[in-house]
């Protein structure tokens, strides 16, 4: 019932830009914590930023003044701003709710090259 599609990624140079984006659906979106999780290959998933329903954000210290996450309650979107992207980025990322009530969609495949 609750449905994410995260898009955006892709293959970029060190030092570049991605945004991400993911529309949620099957939820009352504004009520709801938001977040960024990725997956690098050999490591566990990890929480990246997470956006709450009143706006505050937090980010993990690896990309803390690097990314950007961001809202559109109109849209039921999510977006994560990627500036400055450094090879450790590349991972799948994935979108949840902050309560992970939703399954874990397919994700969106970011790799970062030098």
């Known amino acids: 019932q609750v449905r994410l599609v995260e898009s955006g990624g892709g293959l970029v140079q060190a030092g570049g830009s991605l945004r991400l984006s993911c529309v949620a659906s099957?939820?009352?979106?504004?009520?709801?914590?938001m977040g960024w999780y990725r997956q690098a290959p050999g490591k566990q998933r990890e929480l990246v930023a997470v956006?709450?329903?009143?706006?505050?954000?937090h980010y993990t210290d690896s990309v803390k003044d690097r990314f950007t996450i961001s809202r559109d309650n109109a849209k039921n979107t999510i977006y994560l701003q990627m500036n400055s992207l450094i090879l450790d980025d590349t991972a799948i990322y994935y979108c949840?709710?902050?309560?992970?009530?939703?399954?874990w969609g397919q994700g969106t495949q970011v790799t970062v090259s030098s």
């Open positions: 949840n709710t902050g309560g992970l009530i939703g399954s």
């Open positions: 099957g939820i009352i979106f504004s009520r709801n914590a």
């Open positions: 956006i709450t329903s009143l706006n505050s954000t």
